[in-house]
């Protein structure tokens, strides 16, 4: 099982950027397709975006599209989330996710159940 560790949440103004950073352990992380999901108060945990194993492939919720942007860095082991355009209803704790798979994030979006592997999550707060 890969770690994974998030960091860069925090507090916003509306209109404001975020990036938030996942590390990764491991030795294989060339073969996990990444992804975010998010969870409101009250709400249940929601995808956010994905990218598959080669970078090749990304799909993002259709709330964020546009404004966010998923990537990886091979050399770090970390999948980033560019957030920009923040809005209030981005609020959530966000979850970095990892599922071994060549397959997962190719040719449909994924969904949580495609995900084997969490982070601990971090706070993002957008503020009106």
């Known amino acids: 099982q890969v770690q994974l560790v998030e960091s860069g949440g925090g507090l916003v103004q509306a209109g404001g950027s975020l990036r938030l950073s996942c590390a990764a352990s491991g030795r294989s992380f060339s073969n996990y397709a990444m992804g975010w999901f998010r969870q409101a108060p009250g709400k249940e945990r929601e995808f956010v975006a994905s990218?598959?194993?080669?970078?090749?492939?990304?799909y993002y919720q259709g709330s964020v599209k546009g404004r966010f942007t998923i990537s990886r860095d091979y050399a770090k082991n970390t999948v980033y989330l560019q957030m920009n355009s923040l809005k209030p209803e981005d609020t959530a704790i966000y979850y970095c996710t990892a599922a071994l798979s060549l397959r997962v994030g190719v040719g449909r979006p994924p969904t949580y159940s495609d995900f084997g592997s969490w982070g601990q999550g971090t706070q993002v707060t957008v503020s009106s």
């Open positions: 990218i598959s194993w080669n970078g090749g492939n990304t």
